[in-house]
């Protein structure tokens, strides 16, 4: 079946540094993915919308500044988290669309832990 | 708030009892998904029932939509001690690009 897969699934960084977390889809290609963040015993908050070849569309208050997403070919999107804090401290998972839109299954990646001391 | 409302936040009961929770959201949709997330894990995906079905099946799972009320349900019959972990419901809005709009979800706790 279709795989996700993020990369690094952990990663520890210091405060004011950025730091950049991958999501490939392995035999497929996907036209969107998006980016959630899931703070712990909470739900899974849509960041933002990537599209292959143009902008991301973020969602109200998430800071296209400080969360670069690119989404540079179809199997590859990267999420950078710049000039990273304490409260960045989440589990930032992804997912992919094979077609985007409505009828196309979403498969998510395993998620990426990123801890900012 | 782009989240929708489930309940209940959080649910505990024996190995074999049944376990229902529920879905509310706020915008016409596609269709609405469940899924289940082990602690600090990734996503799996349950089930995905269309706007136009009422209901639908899979194994121990079934789930129930209701459009008029923007609501669902999702029920795990026979539940086992592997089913302890949290579920979310997701929906797809209508022309918003196909995202996933997820639930507040239930934590499950079967006892065994």
């Known amino acids: 079946g279709a795989v996700v897969s993020q990369h690094p699934s952990r990663v520890i960084c210091k405060s004011g540094t950025s730091v950049k977390i991958e999501c490939r889809s392995l035999?497929?290609?996907?036209?969107?993915m998006f980016w959630y963040r899931q703070f712990p015993k909470q739900s899974l908050m849509l960041m933002a919308t990537?599209?292959?070849?143009?902008?991301?569309?973020?969602e109200q208050g998430v800071e296209k500044d400080k969360f670069l997403i690119n989404h540079a070919s179809l199997t590859l999107s990267t999420l950078t988290v710049t000039s990273a804090h304490p409260e960045d401290s989440s589990f930032y998972i992804c997912?992919?669309?094979?077609?985007?839109?409505?009828?196309?299954?979403?498969?998510f990646g395993e998620g990426s832990w990123l801890t900012v001391v | 708030s782009q989240q929708g409302e489930e309940d209940p936040q959080a649910l505990s009961i024996q190995e074999g009892e049944n376990a229902t929770m529920n879905c509310s959201y706020k915008?016409?949709?596609?269709?609405l998904q469940w899924y289940r997330q082990n602690s600090g894990r990734g996503l799996v995906h349950l089930i995905l029932?269309?706007?136009?079905?009422r209901e639908k099946h899979s194994g121990r799972l079934r789930v129930t939509l209701d459009t008029s009320k923007k609501s669902s349900s999702l029920l795990i019959t026979a539940s086992r001690a592997a089913d302890t972990a949290s579920y979310f419901c997701?929906?797809?809005?209508?022309?918003?690009?196909?995202?996933?709009?997820f639930g507040q979800g239930t934590e499950l706790s079967v006892k065994p």
């Open positions: 990537s599209n292959e070849g143009s902008k991301a569309t973020y």
């Open positions: 997912s992919a669309s094979q077609g985007g839109g409505v009828g196309n299954t979403i498969y």
């Open positions: 915008t016409s949709i596609n269709n």
């Open positions: 997701a929906t797809v809005p209508t022309n918003q690009g196909g995202k996933l709009i």
């Open positions: 029932i269309r706007s136009n079905e």
């Open positions: 035999d497929f290609q996907a036209t969107t």
